[in-house]
């Protein structure tokens, strides 16, 4: 079973919309959660972690984790055609949190 | 302060040719990785660095080395290249705090392999 699950999407919202990306992983002794940014033909950037129960906001993105389930979400309010990009969820692997384990990755298109 | 650099951009080799990718880090982090990624394969660990002196392998270590060569520079090579390590090469650095391990990525490499 893979570590970290993602929808490969893509997924295509209007602009102004909420765009809801969903990432599911498999370690429960997880702790703490990452969410990164790639443009086409860029390098990941870091954009969001969580490491709480519950909601954490950044202007318009907000981090949500339940351990319960074992899923951490990441929602982009008022969506601009600059977000499209694809979102990388990234959980620390098994036996340390220097390492990460990588989702395949959910591609966003905004549509103006 | 560039954060992390890589070296060369592009590159294409023919099968059998021996390459090494160069990384550099002005951040002063002590843990170093080498990433491929591959069209709906996402990131995947290839070797890694948690300190200067240290290597261990990741995910898909298979085909290369690595060398740390100070606290700044972390090399991957490839002794043979294989069609199948046609891919883009990510380096990346992080300093944990607080088990938070937030990484920075160089620029890439696009490596193909004829």
């Known amino acids: 079973q893979k570590e970290v699950e993602q929808n490969s999407g893509p997924l295509s919202v209007p602009e102004g919309a909420i765009a809801s990306l969903n990432c599911t992983y498999s370690?429960?002794?997880?702790?703490?959660f990452f969410w990164y940014r790639q443009y086409s033909g860029k390098s990941p950037e870091l954009i969001m972690f969580?490491?709480?129960?519950g909601d954490k906001e950044d202007g318009r993105f907000t981090a949500q984790l339940n351990k319960a389930s074992q899923y951490v979400s990441l929602l982009i309010r008022d969506s601009q055609p600059s977000d499209s990009a694809t979102y990388l969820c990234?959980?620390?692997?098994?036996?340390?949190?220097?390492?990460?384990?990588f989702g395949t990755g959910t591609k966003l298109q905004v549509i103006p | 302060n560039a954060g992390v650099t890589q070296t060369p951009k592009f590159q294409v080799l023919k099968t059998g040719q021996s390459m090494t990718l160069q990384c550099a880090q002005d951040?002063?982090?002590?843990?170093m990785y080498w990433y491929r990624q591959d069209p709906g394969m996402g990131l995947r660990l290839i070797y890694y660095?948690?300190?200067?002196?240290?290597?261990d392998k990741g995910e898909v270590p298979n085909g290369y080395n690595v060398s740390r060569l100070n606290k700044r520079e972390f090399s991957l090579r490839l002794e043979s290249a294989a069609p199948s390590q046609t891919s883009v090469y990510f380096c990346?650095?992080?300093?944990?705090?607080?088990?938070?391990?937030?990484?920075?990525f160089g620029p890439g490499t696009r490596l193909t392999v004829t």
């Open positions: 660095s948690a300190s200067e002196g240290t290597t």
């Open positions: 990234a959980v620390p692997s098994e036996g340390g949190y220097q390492k990460v384990t």
């Open positions: 951040m002063n982090h002590n843990s």
């Open positions: 990346a650095s992080s300093e944990a705090r607080g088990g938070i391990n937030e990484q920075y």
């Open positions: 969580i490491y709480s129960n």
């Open positions: 370690d429960r002794g997880s702790q703490s």
